[in-house]
């Protein structure tokens, strides 16, 4: 709740208020006290209704999907009802502006409600961040008949969005792992060497005459043929270090930091899984969640748990995470790679941290 007051109606009211007192002391009788019993009761009074019209106020909030990607337009609408008996005038609607566009409902739109009247407004909406986090309305103001101050509250029922990152390239070039570690362990299905190996097939038009393994071909009717080996592969880890930060403490900053972890990450994972490199991913999810990803249905699945937000269920599962990590960089492993993305790095850490 947040009450402000506007100085110059506030010191009329003063003024007035300071006249009805010298003028009951000095006259004394019902015409002197009624007017100063009426200045002294209008502030709390209008607070009392206000706080009365409030909590007869719904307010509903919905988009035509159930999830949405940064950066779609969508439809959104809101409707507002009193269910009391007391008229509601000139409501302030507040937007979460930062967060989203709401094209047709520019904040500070104005709004008067009759005894259980229902009004709704429509308008195209836009998420500028991906994650999970309320848009929409954010809170509702009231004032006063003589607008000597204002109270602002909360909306009482807030919209949560479910916004899935964009999927991009910008992960490409910073986990390009065979520039920055050697491979070895585990084979591609889908990517061969140069050079070719042992296994052999008959020869087929368009194979090269390089590839021909002449002293099997001179035992065979056939010309016998080397086929390449699969590409020998690291194992892929990603362990996704998500801030532990409340809700209430989620500003347009945190959501700008969200937004490029979520998109990193999912580029990542798409970078891998294109490659066709297995990758399995650490991800707080209320528990430390894992899930490997070696398709793109698998992709799909992880793409849409990740839309669904990133948070701890307990300060345990965030030091359980913490813990994992440095147990990691402390662990030397021929056949694993482990990255860390750091949404928020710390003393040590780069936002990129890869251990092998």
Known sequence: MKITFTTANLLIYLAALVAGIVF??????????????????????SALYIFACFKFLRVYQE????????????KYRAAFENAGVLPIHDMTVGIYEE???????PAGTRISLDAHEKKELFSSINCLFAGA?????????FTDPFHIFEITLAVPYSFRALVKPRITDIAGKSLDLENLVNSTGQKS??????????????????DSLASINWKVSA???????????R????????????????EREWDTEFLKSRDFFLEFVVSAARHFADQGIPVTITFPAGSIRQLKIDSIRSFTDFYERVSDGLFYSSDAEYTGLQNLISTHKESQNDYETWITINERPGDGQNFIDICS
Do not use: Q, W
């Open 189 to 206: 299905y889908r990517l061969f060497e140069d050079i070719p190996g042992n296994d052999l097939r008959p020869y087929t038009k368009g």
């Open 63 to 74: 988009i035509e999907v159930h999830k949405l990607t940064k950066g779609e337009v969508h």
């Open 133 to 141: 986090y309320d848009v929409g309305v954010e809170n509702i103001s």
């Open 231 to 246: 590409m020998e592969k690291r194992t892929v880890s990603i362990i996704m270090n998500a801030r532990n930060t409340p």
């Open 24 to 45: 009951a002391s000095f006259y004394g009788g019902p015409v002197a006290y009624a007017p100063l019993a009426a200045l002294l009761l209008l502030l709390p009074v």
């Open 219 to 229: 035992r065979t009717p056939d010309l016998m043929v080397r086929i390449p080996d």
């Open 99 to 105: 967060r989203c566009s709401l094209y047709e409902i």
